[in-house]
């Protein structure tokens, strides 16, 4: 397979029988071989998204100071801002070219939940800059809740089997900032080669070329979003959750040439997470003969704490 598949989510949300049908196969299909897709008529609409960029981009143009204001210590980088270099792909110690801004949940109707998560950050010097931040998180997480319903469906499950574990979830949404390239990288790339940790990805169309995706054949091809798409991943929790029959595909953000080095390069990722309780055990649905179950039994807060040990965002 030389290219992402492309859906349509109103075929989904359609009361056209064989229409959801056909799209509910085609992601699985997708998700099976190769764990990426691209999804046109999405939740999140253009205006929204424009404003949003503008405002990630006046934030990263700050003064290191006043960045550096809102890196919040004991966080695990999980809200607020994470400088350059920060965090490194599992099983790497040189760390990514990047710097990011982190929004987590806005807890509804649940106290005791809401005391367990941090708060977010506001940033004093851009007024519209949560505001855009939460808006954007909240048409993301409902489109991924469609998602999952059709992954539920693909794997024979309820459709909504999904839904109470996403709810109030521990979903982060990243605005990223590569910046521009000023002297020649010894090893470090934009993102070094990694999967996700969470149960899926989705990703706004990027300024700029640069994510691949690396297939089963081990050929690196690019995975790029038209303008009106958004390109969804599985990460490593569904993958371990399915027995690795939806795959968490191995991708990263490579180094721009040479003359182009000056440019910046703008991705914002919704990482679609659980909540910490949800037990990651492997379906019993996805255990035979052929593939006999491949993990051992964990909760999502259990996991999601190892990898940030192994990405260096938190001390063990």
Not at 32 to 61: R, T, W
Not at 75 to 104: C, I, M, N, Y
Not at 205 to 213: C, P, S, T
Not at 290 to 298: C, L, M, N, T, V
Request: with cysteine.
């Amino acid at each position: 397979m030389q290219k992402i598949p492309q859906v349509d989510l109103n075929d989904f949300l359609s009361e056209d029988s064989e229409k959801k049908e056909k799209f509910v196969k085609k992601i699985g299909q997708g998700f099976s071989e190769i764990g990426f897709i691209a999804v046109k008529n999405h939740l999140l609409i253009d205006d929204i998204k424009d404003e949003l960029y503008a405002q990630i981009k006046m934030f990263f143009n700050l003064s290191e100071k006043e960045k550096s204001a809102y890196i919040i210590k004991g966080l695990s980088s999980q809200r607020g801002f994470t400088p350059v270099g920060k965090e490194h792909a599992k099983g790497r110690s040189t760390g990514d070219l990047k710097e990011f801004w982190h929004w987590g949940q806005f807890v509804e109707n649940e106290e005791e939940l809401l005391k367990t998560y941090p708060d977010n950050v506001i940033v004093s010097e851009l007024p519209r800059f949560n505001d855009i931040g939460k808006l954007t998180y909240k048409l993301l997480e409902k489109t991924g809740k469609h998602i999952l319903r059709a992954i539920s469906l693909y794997l024979s499950l309820s459709e909504n089997y999904f839904d109470k574990h996403i709810y109030n979830g521990n979903s982060i949404l990243r605005s990223i900032h590569y910046p521009p390239i000023k002297q020649e990288p010894l090893e470090a790339e934009r993102a070094a080669a990694h999967g996700d940790i969470n149960l899926i990805t989705l990703l706004m169309g990027a300024e700029g070329k640069g994510l691949q995706v690396l297939t089963n054949s081990g050929e690196w091809i690019d995975a790029i979003a038209e303008k009106n798409e958004i390109i969804v991943n599985i990460g490593d929790m569904l993958s371990r959750h399915t027995n690795n029959k939806l795959k968490s595909t191995i991708h990263r953000v490579v180094n721009p040439p040479k003359d182009m080095w000056s440019n910046s390069r703008y991705s914002i990722p919704f990482f679609m997470h659980p909540v910490s309780e949800m037990k990651l055990n492997v379906l019993e649905s996805c255990i035979c003969e052929e593939y006999p179950k491949s993990f051992d039994d964990i909760t999502a807060g259990e996991f999601l704490n190892e990898r940030l040990v192994e990405l260096g965002l938190l001390k063990k």
